[in-house]
Structures are given as structure tokens and as C-alpha cells.
Nanobody
Framework: QVQLVESGGGLVQAGGSLRLSCVAS????????????VAWFRRAPGKEREFVAA????????YYADVLKGRLTISRDKAKNTVYLDMNSLKPEDTAVYYC?????????????????WGQGTQVTVST
């Protein structure tokens, strides 16, 4: 079982930057390390949850939504069980609740239904 906690959201002016963090707590039945893919999604007011970025179980591959590519960097620190999402040049339309999701058998997927574990979300608000 994987539990996820996001942090790092807040209020930022347009053009600014934020770093979101997703810390995973993992329960396993053995002492072996567990690999899991992680994705970030967001839900803006009145809109469906949409894919933002993902990083593979190995950490060697990353994926981004086309409309956001170039402004985001996803990375992971395996020792800390933490995945980061660095967002730059933020726009008011980036305002949303950002969620991280994890899955033990998935590296990538834009459909939120494909991810088994979810955090509670962190609010990002970008002002003009």
C-alpha cells in the first residue's frame, strides 16, 4: 500500500515558480524495495482532472502534458521517497488543485483511472 502526501502549493504571481513535493509512505510485506511510478494531475475549478507529468518507476524516464512541456520538470529522490514537480513561468490558468498519484505497475498514463494511489492534493493559485 502506498500513501501520498503533497506539499508546496500556495499563492504565486504570474511568471513565478513553485516546487511541489509528493512524499510516499509504502507498506510492503517484505524487506525488498518497492518501485512505483508517480504522476501529477491537476483539477481546475469546473474542469476534469487532467494529466500534468509522470516519472517512471526507475526514474529514468519522464513524461509531460504537451501543453505544459517546457515549463515543468518532474524528478525523484528515491532515498527520500519523494517526487518533485518544478513549475516555472506560471500562468493564472495553472490555478488548480494538484494531486500526485502512484502505481506499482505503471510508469505513465494520462487517464487518472489507471493510478491506484492518490494524495489529498495541494492548492496552487496563480494571480495576475
Amino acid at each position: 500500500q502506498v500513501q501520498l502526501v503533497e506539499s508546496g502549493g500556495g499563492l504565486v504571481q504570474a511568471g513565478g515558480s513553485l516546487r511541489l513535493s509528493c512524499v510516499a509512505s509504502i507498506r510492503t510485506n517484505n524487506n525488498y524495495g518497492v518501485a512505483y511510478g508517480v504522476a501529477w494531475f491537476r483539477r481546475a475549478p469546473g474542469k476534469e482532472r487532467e494529466f500534468v507529468a509522470a516519472i517512471s518507476r526507475s526514474g529514468s524516464r519522464d513524461y509531460y502534458a504537451d501543453v505544459l512541456k517546457g515549463r515543468l520538470t518532474i524528478s525523484r529522490d528515491k532515498a527520500k521517497n519523494t517526487v518533485y514537480l518544478d513549475m516555472n513561468s506560471l500562468k493564472p490558468e495553472d490555478t488548480a488543485v494538484y494531486y500526485c498519484a502512484a502505481d506499482l505497475y505503471r510508469d505513465y498514463g494520462v487517464d487518472p483511472r489507471g493510478w491506484n494511489y492518490w494524495g489529498q492534493g495541494t492548492q496552487v493559485t496563480v494571480s495576475t
